[in-house]
């Protein structure tokens, strides 16, 4: 058989949460995709882009994204040399570690968060320093001072739906001696607060964002970066040209500019969240306080864990289990619709009552 580099060869591949077939009906609650639909502006870019024929496809699309990078800078007052467009915001820690990760050098992240970090790691034959939170999800001590080349921290983080102060986090970039603090704010909107003004301040700061969960747009695969110039164009350098295509780049600018409908859907979904918490500690669950459009709660153990997943799924609601260290005992449920919701409820009361 032919042979990979041995890193490839070596590495579990990234296991994305199930995708359910078109067609299949079910409650979705597994990876935290927004129940509400995309701003109508969102469909009228993407019908003004295709036009009748659809002729325009023929040409490729903006290799820079301008129309994109555009409302971006309006919308978030930030210079648009130093924003850069992804398919989504995976393909943006691609970029970074391609541009700042040579094979053998370290990056660093806590433990659990979001784990594309480590496959991306493994892909790169880099080294991995991965700390673990305390039961709080405190920013680790061990993450100061350290020559990782990327720290990478989701903020909110996945799947505790926690955040960090900012002003630790502007230490923690003080701190760091040979690389940059990525900061993964997918689900910012859902917070309280954001650290985009570090990525304004400091030149080893970038802060991302995805459109995949405020905007509803999972589907288009979105996100865009903000950096230093110079980090922005060393990205450009290793990007793949045409990394978005033309429905994605008028959907993703439309969608920018309709802030309105956005601020609507996270304050709906915000609402939920707390009737969410309250249902779930109700039937005996901890949960983590969330800033996020998901909740973590923990149960007595992880068969009980695991047992309320199969039971749920067998009852056509999907909702997200890792079966790994510090996660075996818990549930990682999507802020779905308030029906979505009560539908969640009603099963997992159903579970626990058969269980005794
Ligand atoms: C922390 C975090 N970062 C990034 C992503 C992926 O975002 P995108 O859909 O823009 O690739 C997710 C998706 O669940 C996530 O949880």
Avoid at 8 to 17: D, L, N, Q, S
Avoid at 52 to 58: P, Q
Avoid at 83 to 106: C, K, P, Q, Y
Avoid at 203 to 228: C, E, P, Q, W, Y
């Amino acid at each position: 058989m032919v042979r990979m580099r041995s890193n490839v060869e070596a590495m579990e591949a990234y296991v994305p949460g199930e995708q359910p077939a078109a067609g299949v009906k079910i409650i979705k609650l597994n990876t935290n995709e927004n129940p509400y639909p995309p701003s109508a502006r969102v469909a009228e870019a993407v019908r003004a882009e295709l036009g009748d024929s659809g002729d325009r496809l023929r040409l490729y699309s903006d290799p820079k994204a301008l129309a994109l990078r555009q409302a971006a800078a309006e919308v978030f007052k930030f210079p648009i040399e130093r924003i850069l467009h992804g398919n989504g915001s995976d393909e943006l820690l691609a970029m970074l570690f391609r541009a700042f990760v040579a094979e053998g050098e370290t990056i660093a992240f806590p433990y659990p968060t979001y784990v594309l970090y480590e496959t991306l790691a493994h892909a790169q034959g880099a080294k991995i320093g991965s700390v673990d939170f305390d039961r709080d999800f405190n920013l680790p001590k061990e993450l100061f001072g350290t020559d990782a080349r990327l720290t990478l921290l989701a903020a909110p983080n996945s799947p505790s739906g926690t955040v960090y102060k900012p002003e630790q986090l502007r230490e923690l970039a003080a701190s760091l001696t040979n690389g940059i603090l990525v900061i993964d704010e997918a689900y910012a909107e859902f917070a309280e607060s954001n650290n985009l003004e570090l990525a304004r301040e400091l030149d080893n700061v970038v802060v991302m964002r995805t459109f995949s969960k405020s905007h509803s747009l999972a589907g288009m695969r979105l996100g865009i970066l903000f950096g230093s110039a110079h980090v922005v164009d060393g990205l450009a350098k290793v990007k793949d040209s045409y990394n978005l295509d033309r429905l994605a780049i008028a959907a993703g600018a439309a969608s920018l500019r309709d802030t309105a409908w956005t601020a609507q859907n996270v304050a709906r979904v915000k609402t939920t969240r707390a009737r969410l918490d309250t249902g779930l500690k109700a039937l005996g669950l901890q949960t983590i306080p969330s800033s996020s459009n998901f909740i973590f709660a923990r149960m007595q153990n992880a068969d009980i864990a695991a047992g309320a997943y199969r039971f749920l799924k067998e009852r056509g609601i999907l909702i997200r289990y890792f079966p790994a260290r510090l996660l075996d005992d818990g549930l990682r449920i999507t802020v779905g619709t308030d029906t979505e919701i009560d539908a969640l409820l009603a099963a997992l009361t159903e579970y626990l009552a058969k269980k005794g």
